[in-house]
């Protein structure tokens, strides 16, 4: 399970900090947009995917997993209230 959510974590977290991302986003409803477009503008977004990305290199490390699982837990809580509230 480690491997599995770390591996996603990377590389979705790659997928938004690359110019030109490998799995495109699909076209969003109108309060989801506006929130993601929101989290682009001001830069937010970069961070949370870089977070991703560190988190996701950690736990595929093994020894500092538990600090990847730390860093990961709150953007993946995040998700989740995405999921719930706003799609």
């Known amino acids: ?7 996603m974590f990377l590389v979705f977290g790659l997928n938004g900090l690359l110019p030109k991302p490998f799995v495109e986003m699909p076209p969003l409803p109108d309060p989801a947009g506006a929130f993601i477009g929101l989290l682009v503008t001001t830069g937010y977004l970069k961070a949370v995917k870089a977070l991703e990305v560190l988190g996701g290199v950690l736990l595929l490390s093994g020894r500092a997993a538990p600090l990847g699982v730390v860093i990961l837990t709150p953007i993946a809580v995040n998700i989740l209230l995405y999921e719930v509230y706003l799609l």
């Open 1 to 7: 399970a480690r491997v599995l959510v770390g591996g």
